[in-house]
């Protein structure tokens, strides 16, 4: 069974880097991609971006100038730093499994728990 | 792709069909998931490709549609379906999501 698990600082500064990482286990992350997305509270899904098991990265062009994903195959993890973060970043923040699946379609299907990330001083 | 859920929300009752509809700004083809999302909890995979049921979900969720109009069924509601249901294509970047569809309780 694969099991995602998101951890990292639940408070962050205005202009300060929100940094977060996901755990996989039950997967290698060098088999699959990865993808971020993000839920303000009350509010709906945003896609923030993937990162591929070789590293290559896709970012959501709202995002782009301030978003780096890593991979770190040592610890089957892979990393979302946001940079010059405001209290519009404030979300719960999702990492999920992007699976090219058997009949040829993209699927998350497999999530973490998501993080509350607040940007408040 | 600007996805457009409707309706925003609605209220039925167990054993209702349900019906909640995503419309895409441009053609998708089949590349549309639904997530299912209770609160506090993170979605859920119903359906991928449309109409494609993902594995360990009930078969009172359907899919269908293509193009730029698609619907999620969900034949006889039952108690643990009230939830908020999204949309999502995927074919291009970056991924969208629809506002998302809240089923309550009549």
């Known amino acids: 069974q694969v099991q995602l698990q998101e951890s990292g600082p639940g408070l962050v500064k205005p202009s300060e880097t929100l940094s977060l990482s996901c755990t996989v286990s039950g997967a290698s992350i060098t088999d699959y991609y990865w993808t971020w997305i993000r839920q303000p509270p009350g509010e709906g899904l945003e896609y923030i971006g993937y990162?591929?098991?070789?590293?290559?990265?896709n970012y959501n062009p709202s995002l782009k100038s301030r978003v780096t994903m890593s991979i770190d195959t040592s610890e089957n993890k892979f990393s979302l730093k946001l940079t010059s973060v405001t209290a519009a970043d404030t979300a719960v923040y999702y990492c999920a499994r992007h699976y090219y699946n058997s009949r040829a379609y993209w699927i998350s299907d497999y999530w973490g728990q998501g993080t509350l990330v607040t940007v408040s001083s | 792709i600007q996805l457009t859920q409707s309706p925003s929300s609605l209220s039925a009752s167990v054993g209702d069909r349900v019906t909640i509809t995503c419309r895409a700004s441009q053609g998708i083809s089949s590349y549309l998931a639904w997530y299912q999302q209770k609160p506090g909890k993170a979605p859920e995979l119903l359906i991928y490709g449309a109409s494609n049921l993902q594995t360990g979900v009930p078969s009172r969720f359907s899919g269908s549609g293509s193009a730029t109009e698609f619907t999620l069924t969900i034949s006889s509601l039952q108690p643990e379906d009230f939830a908020t249901y999204y949309c999502?294509?995927?074919?291009?970047?970056?991924?969208?999501f629809g506002q998302g569809t809240k089923v309550e309780i009549k």
């Open positions: 990162i591929s098991n070789s590293g290559s990265t």
């Open positions: 999502q294509q995927v074919n291009t970047y970056p991924r969208t």
